[in-house]
């Protein structure tokens, strides 16, 4: 077989993944907004479930990356003085290593912390994410899980380490939620561009949402007076105001009627391998049906009143959206993204269901 086709003898393990630069040249070539080189050979294999990794002939150098799972967010008791948080984002860990060719090294990939739905008024904790690894080399620890509170202040959940690369990034944390009825986004996860950004708070007023975070430190907007519902914070900036945040180009997305606009996922149509090489799409906008996140955004928050509010799902390790409404819904996490939290009007009957985290990501590189 091929060399670069699937199935190539030497990785085991479900979803294992090897493919073959062909627009590339060998050797370090800067890939763009990605923020990272191909390497050696250009050759590589990406892992998005647990396996075994064996050094191939000829080769002695590989470079690893490795991305934790995000937390699920909580879902807060359903009598209208629910507080609930998102969960947090992965953490990031990629180094280089001298290694000999036969080796065999364990590969774990961590999974995201699985949603929770309110099925009594007393709500319901998130779970936090799975760590992934690379043998004893290096490590990213998940998101933590999402809280939840009827009076006082639901914590905010914190993103995962990385630890054992030359490179070490934490994941976004969630922020916190202490007023009625809010709910934050998810954090976004922290990848080769930096930590991953914070989830907006919910401490200003009542009745509100926030959006999720995004990669490279960028934020989603607290609410306040004014400002029910956040965007989701985009790879090229924080959210301020219901727009995502901007893409790579700059453009920020709002609402078109009660539905958010998407993020940008690849506005600047950079060279991608995998999805974590090219992060430069936008946040989500927000409205009663968040926007989700392009690659590297967060989803916009989803405020629905006292009607269903559904937060809007995280692009490639971006954040998902909270939300608010009297069914809500919060958003799924990207890959490696914590999920957002929800919060349920007054009336509310059918409480909520909190997004799910995002798994994690082994890449293995030479």
Known sequence: M???QVGFPYP?????VQQVIVSASAGDVQIGQGGATTFGSGLYRLYTTSGTFVVPPNVNRIRVRVIGAGGSGAVGPFDGTGRATGGGGGGFAMGTYEVSAGTSFSVTVGAGGAAVQASSSSGATGNAGGTSSFGSLLSATGGAAGQK???GTASGAAGGTGTGGQVNFAGGASGLANQDSTATGGG??????GPGGASGPCSAIQTCASGGGAVAGASSAPT????SASGGAGAGGSSVSTFGG???L?????????????GAVNPTSTFSRFLTDALTG???GSSQVGGKGGNGGGGGAGFGGNTNGFGGFGGPCGGGGGSMGNTALGGDGGLGGGGGGGACSSDSVNGGTSGRGGDGLVVVEW
């Not at 306040?224 to 400002?227: C, D, H, N, S």
């Not at 700059?250 to 998407?262: E, R």
């Open 2 to 4: 091929q060399r670069g």
């Open 12 to 16: 085991t393990g479900k979803n294992v």
């Open 149 to 151: 509170s009827s009076s």
């Open 188 to 193: 976004g996860a922290a990848t080769q561009l």
């Open 224 to 227: 306040r007076t004014g400002l």
């Open 246 to 248: 901007a893409d790579a």
């Open 250 to 262: 700059g453009v920020s997305v709002g609402a078109s009627g009660n539905t958010g606009v998407a």
């Open 282 to 284: 936008g946040g989500g």
